[in-house]
């Protein structure tokens, strides 16, 4: 499989902009006037792409796989294998901070973390322990249903993903009457994993590369900063229509990124890309750590602020590209080579001798 330098990119720019939303917060609810600020919704951005990048990657790395059980089930085995060693960890990391600083939470809570079971939280909210793992509720939820539609043929079991995301976003409005866990599915924002499913089925009859990164970098960071007006000004109805067309005109411009060469920046940010589920996951350790810049910068320091801001997810990223390094890729590494089928070693026909070939 062809590897799309774009998207990796791209999945750095919205683990950079989760962080950037963490940090503006941190800043601004400190400050006297915080109700007179609204925080860009960098955050929903940021993981409304992730979705659209997830899928679009497993379309586009499964897309023979399709009409077989066996693999239906080595997919699903493989992504649990894939997201739940560093999720442990982060999650584990977060219970014993939150327990060191008196927030405490019952054992049935961190096994339902790490069983990726929706529960609500003693604030009202559908949040596990390590607080950004909802949307890993979500995913593994995407993986489930795309695991089975892998039983049928490609067209029927795209059509059986589509249609179960359709469905859940359509009765969005009766979440609260229903069972807890249910109702934490029935959300739009799982019409983004469609997108990216439809993008890659796409992106596989219809070929529109790009050599340069500035088209494709263009492109996502205009449609973005689009988002981040609409999310906050306009009317909500409009919201999900511009979200859509936003993720899936983002995937697609990244996925056209098909460099003749690849330079160092374009190899750093791609790095900075393989790292962004460990940015994500353990940025908020790192956003802990420097808490106390936040106390410091006022309202009104605004070049402090934007300074504080770089730096953020500077070191957020350089903290994810360590944990991809040390922890995130050597388990990957480890559990592949442990899953792997162990080749049979064909036997060799026996030498002929001189005296059976007299």
């Known amino acids: 499989m062809k590897k799309y330098h774009g998207i990796q990119i791209l999945r750095f720019a919205a683990a950079s902009l989760v962080v950037a939303e963490h940090l503006i917060g941190n800043v601004v609810n400190h400050w006297a006037n915080a109700g007179h600020y609204e925080v860009p919704p960098l955050g929903l951005i940021g993981v409304i792409v992730f979705f659209g990048i997830s899928g679009f990657i497993m379309v586009t790395t499964q897309y023979d796989a399709f009409g077989s059980v066996a ?124 997108c990216g499913m439809l993008i890659a089925t796409l992106c596989k009859h219809v070929h529109w590369r790009s050599a340069s990164v500035a088209s494709p970098l263009g492109i996502c960071l205009a449609l973005m900063a689009g988002g981040i007006w609409v999310n906050l000004y306009l009317p909500e109805g409009a919201h999900l229509a511009y979200n859509l067309v936003m993720v899936s005109a983002c995937v697609w411009a990244a996925a056209s990124y098909q460099p003749v060469h690849t330079g160092k920046t374009v190899a750093i940010l791609e790095r900075l890309g393989d790292a962004s589920f460990s940015t994500y996951l353990f940025h908020g350790f790192m956003l802990g750590a420097i808490k106390f810049l936040s106390y410091r910068t006022e309202e009104g320091q605004w070049l402090k602020f934007a300074l504080l801001l770089a730096s953020a997810v500077i070191l957020a990223n350089l903290v994810g590209l360590l944990m991809y390094r040390f922890v995130e890729h050597p388990i990957a590494r480890l559990l592949k080579g442990w899953t792997q089928k162990p080749h049979t070693a064909q036997s060799k026909p026996p030498q002929q001798t001189a005296k059976s070939r007299a």
């Open 71 to 194: 693999k239906s089930a080595d997919f699903f085995f493989r992504r649990v294998l894939r997201i739940l060693p560093v999720y442990a960890i982060a999650t584990t990391m977060q219970f014993i901070n939150k327990f060191n600083a008196g927030e405490h939470y019952t054992i049935v809570n961190y096994f339902k973390s790490l069983l990726f079971v929706p529960y609500i939280g003693d604030k009202g909210f559908y949040r596990p322990i390590l607080g950004q793992g909802w949307t890993l509720n979500l995913e593994m939820f995407f993986y489930l249903v795309f695991a089975l539609s892998l039983i049928l043929p490609r067209m029927g079991g795209m059509a059986l993903s589509i249609a179960v995301f359709v469905a859940f976003a359509a009765t969005h409005s009766y979440a609260a009457e229903m069972n807890v866990v249910l109702a934490f599915y029935m959300q739009q924002i799982l019409l983004f994993f469609a």
